[in-house]
C-alpha cells in the first residue's frame, strides 16, 4: 500500500515537474520571438522607398521632419 | 485607423515579399486559388500589391519594398508587423511580428494616437526602453 502511494506521488511530481518545463520551453520560445528586431525607442532604420504608381520616393528621414508621427504597416497579400 | 488618424499622422503601407506564397513551403489555400506566387521581379510585386488594393478597398497610401528586400530585413517584418515613428525618430510601438503582434500592434497604435491627439503631445518612451536603446546604439557604434 504504501509503496503505491510512493509511486503515484513520484509520478505526480514527474508531471508536474514536465510540465513546468515545457511551461519554460514555451516561455523562452515566445521570449525569443518577441524580442527579434526593433524595440520600442530604437531609432527607425531610414529608408527610401517608391509608391505603388511610381510616381514619387518615401524618404523616412524627411518625411519625420513633417513633425507628424507614421504609421508603417508592414504587409503582402498572402 | 488611416481614416480616424489621417490628420495626426503619415501613414504608409509597405508591401513585401510574400510570406505564404503558393510557391513556398507553407502555402496559404486561397494563394494557390489565386496563383500567387513569390515574385521573381519588381513589376510583378506592384501588380499583385495593386491587386490587393482593389480587391481590399485600400486607400492608405502604399510603398514597395525592392526585390532585394532591405526595408524588410531593417525592419524584421515577415510576415507582417506594425510600428510608429515618432516625430524624434524613435519607435513609439514595435509590434511583433506576424498574427499574433499585428492585431495588438494596431491596437497599440490606436491607443497612442488617440493619446496624441487628446494631449498634442506623444506619448512619453519609458526611462527602461530609452536606456535600452541608447546602450543598444553606442554598442553599435563601437
Known sequence: MRIGLGIIAALCCCIVLVSDLDAQRRGDRKKRRNSKGLKVAEMAPEFKLKSLDGKSEFDLAKAKKGKKPIVLIFGSYT | ?142
Open chain 2, 1 to 142: 485607423m488611416y481614416q480616424k488618424y489621417k490628420d495626426v499622422a503619415e501613414f504608409r503601407m509597405i508591401y513585401i515579399k510574400e510570406a505564404h506564397a503558393a510557391d513556398s513551403n507553407w502555402p496559404m489555400r486561397y494563394a494557390i486559388e489565386k496563383g500567387i506566387n513569390q515574385q521573381t521581379n519588381y513589376k510583378d510585386r506592384c501588380t499583385t500589391a495593386k491587386m490587393l488594393m482593389k480587391e481590399k478597398k485600400l486607400t492608405m497610401p502604399m510603398l514597395i519594398d525592392g526585390m532585394d528586400n532591405k526595408v524588410n530585413a531593417a525592419y524584421s517584418a515577415l510576415p507582417d508587423r506594425v510600428f510608429l515613428v515618432r516625430t524624434d525618430g524613435r519607435l513609439g510601438v514595435a509590434a511583433d511580428r506576424g498574427p499574433w503582434g499585428f492585431k495588438p500592434g494596431l491596437k497599440a497604435v490606436d491607443k497612442w494616437l488617440k493619446e496624441y491627439r487628446e494631449t498634442k503631445k506623444e506619448p512619453e518612451l519609458s526611462e527602461e526602453a530609452l536606456a535600452a536603446a541608447k546602450k543598444k546604439e553606442k554598442t553599435k557604434k563601437k
